[in-house]
């Protein structure tokens, strides 16, 4: 098992910035992949990006690819996700997850373990 518990979100203007970590903890393997998704008001659940926990490059979404960072710290525990030139539809409730099923998983398959997810609402 693997527990993940955001850190809290906020309200940002359009063209701001934020940052988000996700706190892990539990039996984390080294095939773990940590990512993020998304879920906006009315909308489906959407891959934001993603990240091997014990290597490789992150990889992301088109729609985030250029303005969002996906880090991890492991001596911390934790995967962070930078955003920067945040828009309006930015908005959403922001999830961290992980699988453990290494490079066989590919997005948009969801993952294993979820947060609880945290608001992130960009202004005009």
């Known amino acids: 098992q693997v527990q993940l518990v955001e850190s809290e979100g906020g309200l940002v203007q359009a063209g701001g910035s934020l940052r988000l970590s996700c706190a892990v903890s539990?039996?984390?393997?080294?095939?773990?992949?940590m990512g993020w998704f998304r879920q906006a008001p009315g909308k489906a659940r959407e891959f934001v990006g993603a990240i091997g926990w014990s290597g490789g490059r992150p990889y992301y979404a088109d729609s985030v690819k250029g303005r969002f960072t996906i880090s991890r710290d492991n001596a911390e525990n934790t995967v962070s996700l930078q955003m920067y030139s945040l828009k309006l539809e930015d908005t959403a409730v922001y999830y961290c997850?992980?699988?453990?099923?290494?490079?066989?998983?590919?997005?948009?398959?969801?993952?294993?373990?979820w947060g609880k997810g945290t608001l992130v609402t960009v202004s005009s």
């Open positions: 997850a992980a699988t453990p099923l290494g490079t066989t998983w590919f997005p948009p398959k969801p993952m294993d373990y």
């Open positions: 539990g039996r984390i393997l080294s095939t773990h992949v």
